[in-house]
């Protein structure tokens, strides 16, 4: 059956559901702080920022594999134990332990 019945009802929409806002309501919209009409510059300066702030550099995920007991002694050592492990690689590097064909480079992103 591929027409459309007389007596099949219509989609039902709710008429309280609020309209879409899209880019133009929010460049029509007023900014307030405080209850007062404020600049765009005021509002965002006042707007709180969550959440962590963007690190200068940036580390990068690794699957490495460990002895165990290299492994539990680093955990051992407690919170923090990865960065550690970290900086123990980084102190090699730079004290050149690793071949010399690996360059360190300080702020590397």
Not at 11 to 22: K, Y
Not at 40 to 56: H, S
Request: net charge positive.
């Amino acid at each position: 059956m591929k027409e459309k019945l007389k007596n099949t009802a219509k989609v039902w929409t709710d008429p309280d559901d609020a309209p879409e806002l899209d880019q133009a309501f929010f460049d029509k919209a007023t900014p307030y702080v405080d209850g007062q009409s404020v600049s765009l510059e005021v509002f965002k300066q006042a707007v709180i920022k969550r959440g962590r702030p963007p690190a200068e550099v940036t580390k990068r995920p690794v699957k490495l594999r460990l002895d165990p007991d290299i492994l539990d002694a680093m955990r051992a050592s407690g919170k923090g134990w990865q960065t550690k492990v970290n900086a123990l690689l980084k102190d090699a590097v730079k004290s050149g332990q690793f071949p010399p064909a690996i360059e360190f480079k300080q702020n590397a992103t």
